[in-house]
């Protein structure tokens, strides 16, 4: 960049002149003086930097008035809460970076309840005595999974780690060589099982894994069985595994416990709504599995948790495991975790009620709708900044379940006149509030799926916004 002058350190201004403009100025009333002060010294320090650096490119620093107004918009952002709401355009429901599964109206009740109130966390009201916190799941897990006992810690690696810590340590895991998953996070079960101090025995091959290849590598080193539910990839073609029944059958046979990791259990078949099928957690607990472990915020459509169900003998080992004191969950998480699963008792509420469900039963119709609602606004507020148009999509899952899999959606697309889409993308993802969409063949996609009726407004307010602000 050509620059019209050369910055000089003597022309930054004190800390003390900046203090009293910012103050005088009174566009930072909401912003506690520490706060304040910590800013200007930031700020003056990071342009201390670029200009000994020597690369310094923006305007003349002697130019105290545009210097402080820059010095006040810094501070104002700086000062924004860093967590934030944004509008999910993506189209992909469990979207990992943007939170996962959002709760219902009926968890978020229940939450505010749990946060200004006492509560029975670990007080039996029948007897007085000391309770334990997992009783206001672990009847109700039981119930809709048909298994014996269950536990919730704080997410499924968590509930992976202490499932095989317990019941493995020191001795061999086998498991499929096509089940050694790795997830977001880098997060594979190879590294999980030397933390739990259990020894890796992979059988069979990456495509083909056959009964007798488990049958032959178990010895009277082995203690645990281990099935990994593929949920976020596919091997197609020439495949081959050992169905739940026979391997259970087995581990039977050798008086050893067989477990499954789940991954995004979910509690509905979902293939009505043009998924495939996937087995769901009363499914694999029917099929004999000792321990099932899966996700609370994935297809569940909860909060973060890890919840393991299965044989009473064996989740009593868990629970006993000091372990669980580390990774248990706290009384918010088990709060709104009762209330999701309270939902499930009624099915058809279930998929009303809780978001990730009724976003993934949305038909095209209802979204085509919605789509609809936002083009009219965009196409009447903001004719001359942009071209739009509603297109067929589709959207996904996501967080891991499903993969390529698609949901056919409807997005509204933008094609702005005169900024480039990756600036549009930019201003968007940096309004007062963020919106997240896909950027495809020359325009940007915001798919209707994920982006609920009451934030249609809100929606339209952040492309206003975007597309009319000034160049960057």
Request: aromatic letters at 6%; proline letters at 3%; a neutral charge.
């Amino acid at each position: 960049m050509d620059r019209q002058f050369t910055p000089s350190l003597r022309d930054i201004p004190n800390v003390h002149d900046c203090i009293n403009y910012l103050i005088a100025s009174g566009v930072l009333d909401d912003v506690p003086l520490r706060r304040i002060k910590f800013c200007v010294r930031l700020y003056l320090e990071r342009l201390r930097l670029s200009i000994l650096s020597d690369k310094y490119e923006g305007f003349p620093v002697s130019e105290r008035e545009t210097l402080f107004r820059d010095l006040a918009v810094f501070v104002q952002n700086y000062h924004r809460p860093h967590y934030s709401r944004v509008i999910n355009g993506t189209g992909v429901i469990v979207h990992t970076n943007l939170g996962r599964s959002l709760l219902p109206v009926f968890s978020i009740e229940t939450l505010i309840s749990a946060s200004r109130s006492y509560s029975n966390l670990e007080l039996n009201l029948e007897t007085g005595k000391r309770g334990s916190r997992y009783q206001h799941v672990d009847s109700l897990l039981c119930e809709l999974t048909g298994s014996e006992a269950a536990l919730v810690v704080n997410n499924n690696a968590a509930a992976v780690l202490i499932a095989l810590e317990t019941l493995a340590k020191g001795k061999e895991v086998v498991v499929s060589r096509g089940q050694l998953v790795e997830i977001g996070g880098s997060f594979r079960i190879p590294d999980i099982m030397i933390r739990s101090g259990a020894k890796l025995i992979e059988v069979g091959t990456t495509n083909r894994t056959h009964y007798q290849d488990y049958q032959a590598a178990i010895t009277n080193e082995t203690g645990l069985l281990l099935r990994v539910h593929c949920s976020n990839y596919r091997i197609i073609g020439f495949t081959g595994e050992v169905a739940n029944a026979d391997l259970v059958r087995l581990g039977k046979s050798h008086d050893i416990p067989v477990m499954e990791d789940l991954g995004s259990g979910c509690l509905i078949d979902l293939s009505s709504f043009g998924l495939a099928k996937e087995p769901t957690v009363q499914e694999v607990v029917a099929s004999g599995m000792d321990i099932v472990t899966f996700s609370g915020d994935k297809l569940l459509g909860g909060p973060q948790a890890g919840i393991i169900v299965g044989k009473k003998r064996f989740i009593d080992q868990i629970k006993s495991n000091p372990l669980n004191r580390a990774l248990r969950i706290d009384k918010l998480t088990l709060a709104a975790l009762e209330s999701v699963l309270r939902l499930y008792l009624d099915e058809s509420r279930a998929l009303q009620e809780i978001p990730t469900l009724a976003m993934i039963a949305a038909s095209s119709e209802i979204i085509q709708k919605r789509a609809r609602i936002l083009y009219d606004k965009c196409t009447s507020l903001l004719a001359e900044k942009g071209v739009f148009s509603l297109v067929r999509t589709f959207s996904r899952v996501g967080g891991g379940a499903m993969p390529e899999q698609n949901l056919d959606s409807w997005a509204v697309a933008v094609q702005p006149k005169t900024l480039k889409i990756s600036h549009l993308e930019k201003r968007l993802r940096q309004a007062p509030l963020p919106v997240i969409g896909r950027m495809e063949e020359g325009c940007f996609l915001l798919d209707m799926r994920t982006v609920a009726d009451d934030e249609i407004d809100l929606l339209a307010e952040s492309l206003q916004f975007a597309l009319n602000k000034d160049e960057d």
